[in-house]
């Protein structure tokens, strides 16, 4: 099944695998910029770990079963604080087609450099979940990643139960295959109080790593350890 995914001409997600209708854009894109032929295969998704196979006719029309993947046994975290610039949008798309299930989008930290208005964090948010999406589609995820945001320290340590949350500081001394949620400091780093309130530091190596480089090493880690 796993083979039929990645030899799939497009994967898309749909919200009714009986009868799936693929959205405004996503047919546009299929159709004008894809161009796919009649008969070429479609895998499509509800985003919920279900799929099918379908053939395309100017539309999807299922033509096999409805397969269903388990949930993920562990549910893999990574929270962000946004750097300048679009390097935030790369990280996003990257750490979705890695595998990461939920991105938190952290509230402004003592040096964090990028602060929003509510109504710019509310776009960009909307923008970061197109672009999660269009990642999975790529990657052919079976599951559409959770992205949320604004959340505080605090509150992203607090709100989460049975996981083991680990700040990444050079010096910690956490182990990263036991780490479910990464959190990752603004281009400035967390400040002394922050990482004094850290349930634990995880240590991503012995160089000192941009804030976007350091998410993608630490969630390729997170998911070399615990999707083997």
């Not at 693929?22 to 499509?44: K, N, P, Q």
């Not at 079963?65 to 388990?70: A, G, N, R």
């Not at 893999?76 to 991105?103: C, N, Q, S, Y």
């Amino acid at each position: 099944m796993i083979e039929d995914l990645r030899r799939s001409s497009a994967h898309v997600f749909v919200e009714d695998l009986s009868a799936p209708v693929l959205s405004e854009d996503d047919f546009h894109h299929l159709d004008r910029v894809m161009r796919l032929r009649r008969g070429e295969i479609v895998t499509c998704s509800d985003g919920v770990g279900n799929w099918i196979t379908a053939a395309w006719d100017a539309g999807v029309h299922r033509v096999g079963e409805i397969h269903s993947s388990p949930p993920r046994e562990r549910v893999l975290t990574v929270a962000i604080a946004p750097v300048k610039g679009d390097r935030t949008e790369w990280v996003v798309e990257k750490l979705v087609e890695l595998g990461i299930d939920r991105i938190v989008v952290l509230a402004p930290t003592n040096h964090s450099v990028v602060k929003w208005s509510q109504e710019k964090t509310a776009q960009v948010l909307e923008r970061y979940r197109r672009i999660g999406r269009a990642a999975a589609m790529q990657s052919r995820q079976l599951f559409l990643p959770h992205i949320d945001g604004p959340v505080a320290l605090d509150a992203l340590v607090g709100g989460v139960a049975d996981e083991v949350v680990a700040y990444a500081e050079p010096g910690g001394d956490c182990v990263i295959s036991e780490v479910t949620t990464l959190v990752l400091g603004p281009e400035g780093g967390f400040s002394a109080a922050e990482v004094g309130e850290a349930p634990a530091l995880v240590d991503l190596g012995g160089s000192i790593l941009r804030a976007d480089t350091a998410a993608i090493v630490g969630a390729t880690l997170m998911v070399a350890h615990h999707r083997r």
